[in-house]
């Protein structure tokens, strides 16, 4: 009885050490695939405002062979977020575009200030890194709301 019993506590231990390596393994993927999709909706993100940035500089110097690249890079950015993206930053980016698409207004630029906050705020998901919007409308486009 006392073999059985050393059996039964063994195989007990091989099972637990079984199913701790799988939910070890399954853990590690899901957090694995998790990191990776934050990084390719980071990178959509600062895509589209480098190529934002690349038009504005592109149009201001009426350089059209760098306008057309940056134009590229926005839509490849835009068709990643629409990919990646949350639902809350599509919305604003939608909304942007339907409504002014380029930043000839301080409404516009506003518009836009509030996808670049959404953005920020999912990727570093810490408030006490979050800046105002005045500061990055002046980071953007040089002057005040």
Known sequence: MNIDANIITAMVAVVGII???????????????????????????????????????AQKSNDPKRESDALTLMADAKTRIAVYGSREVVYLMADFFRNYGSFDSPEACRSFVSIVQKMRAESINRKELMVNESDINLLLFSHDI
Not at 39 to 44: D, H, P
Request: aromatic share 16%; glycine share 8%; net charge positive.
């Open 19 to 57: 199913i701790g390596a799988f939910l070890q393994y399954k853990f590690g993927n899901i957090s694995e695939s998790s990191k990776q999709y934050q990084n390719l909706k980071i990178q959509a993100y600062v895509d589209f405002i480098k190529s934002a940035a690349g038009i504005a500089i």
